[in-house]
């Protein structure tokens, strides 16, 4: 089984919110994360904060890509605000 990278790309409409992620392009995840974390930690957010919440808000990025549960089961969780 091949798994392709986890990609997301930032909603046009909410590229205020995150100064240095392109809009509308699709970059892995990974980069995309040490983007985000880097521009608050410099903007002075507390290393907490990111702890509360997720670093990539789905109402913000769209994604595709990574693991792909075969039909009828449930992926894996991978972030600490999933809950079964």
């Known amino acids: 089984m091949s798994v392709q990278p986890r990609e997301a790309r930032l909603k046009p409409e909410h590229a205020s919110l995150y100064p240095g992620v392109p809009a509308s392009q699709w970059k892995p995840v990974r980069e ?3 983007i985000v ?3 608050r930690l410099l903007g002075g957010r507390s290393s907490g904060e990111f702890l509360s ?5 789905d109402r913000h990025f769209e994604f595709r890509g990574g693991w792909a549960a ?3 089961r449930a992926p894996p969780f991978s972030r600490a605000a999933d809950h079964r």
């Open 37 to 39: 974390t880097a521009s």
């Open 32 to 34: 995309l994360l040490d």
């Open 53 to 57: 919440r997720r670093s990539l808000d």
């Open 70 to 72: 075969p039909t009828g």
